[in-house]
């Protein structure tokens, strides 16, 4: 075996070994809004519920390694001690993913990754509506586990109102785990499907996503994209250029034949069999061209 000190290897290092050893772990899809009422949408994967009286759950948002900055998330915990904790599944991944994107300050998170902002009964903070279960949270307690970067922060959060989709639950009443379908995160691009196994994510740009919220209307309001579909192509830096895309197109035949004559939605769904394997980039030069 291989022998790691943490105090001789770095940080991104050790990090990724952690993270690659210790998995699945449930995301916590954190919704919380600044002083201002602003709201701010981010994933956690260092997370899990600790009681049940009182309901408690935890999760932690580290200090960024790479310049030891903080998080909106953290700040608006701190600011105003309330949190709500939505519970991803499959149908929402790659909406979640998209919005772990790093955008300014003010950028509301919901808008970029189409998710539903739902407003809560005893908090400020929204919840996302697609999202099968949803916890409104106050905040007991922020620990705060050092001050470099990498360091979490533990947030204590007191559930104080539970909501549960009626569509996942068995005859019993209780949460079906078929149903539910839940998603859990792995190391590097790698996430678990709780009935399915593993598949994998690719990490948001390191340049900025356009977001769901800028793709064209005809897109966004396909009733053949999925929100996984959306998010794909959410998650590119820009729209190809239209004369560029017909170029693709018009250099390959096998594309060019299938789309030519076809309606909108026929377009939509062969566009849609390049992002299930996905190829982004042909995706979108097939809508793109027809622009």
Aim: contains cysteine.
């Amino acid at each position: 075996m291989i022998r790691i000190d943490p105090l001789e290897v770095s940080t991104g290092k050790l990090h990724g070994m952690m993270l690659g050893a210790i998995g699945p772990r449930p995301i916590a899809f954190a919704s919380t809004v600044d002083k201002e009422g602003n709201p701010n949408l981010s994933p956690f994967s260092f997370f899990n519920v600790f009681s049940a009286n009182p309901p408690i759950l935890i999760f932690s948002p580290a200090r960024r390694v790479r310049d030891n900055s903080t998080k909106h998330t953290l700040e608006n915990v701190i600011a105003t001690d309330e949190v709500v904790i939505n519970i991803v599944n499959y149908d929402i991944v790659q909406q979640m993913s998209l919005s772990s994107t790093e955008y300014p300050e003010g950028v509301n998170e919901f808008e970029k990754a189409g998710l539903t902002m739902l407003p809560s009964e005893k908090i400020k903070s929204f919840r996302v509506a697609e999202a099968p279960v949803q916890f409104e949270c106050k905040v007991n307690e922020v620990v705060s586990l050092g001050d470099n970067g990498g360091a979490g922060n533990l947030v204590i959060c007191e559930v104080l109102l539970m909501h549960v989709k009626e569509d996942i639950l068995d005859a019993d009443g209780k949460i079906d785990q078929y149903k539910i379908d839940q998603v859990a995160r792995m190391g590097g691009n790698w996430y678990s499907r709780a009935n399915m196994g593993m598949f994998e994510v690719p990490k948001p740009l390191s340049t900025i996503g356009i977001g769901i919220d800028v793709l064209p209307d005809h897109i966004k309001s396909s009733s053949v994209f999925t929100g996984n579909d959306l998010g794909k192509l959410g998650n590119v830096e820009s729209i190809p250029e239209i004369n560029k895309a017909k170029d693709f197109v018009n250099n390959n035949a096998d594309i060019k034949d299938k789309i030519q004559g076809a309606n909108l939605i026929e377009i939509h769904k062969f566009a849609q069999q390049y992002l299930d394997k996905d190829d982004i980039q042909t995706a979108w030069n097939i809508l793109a061209a027809i622009q």
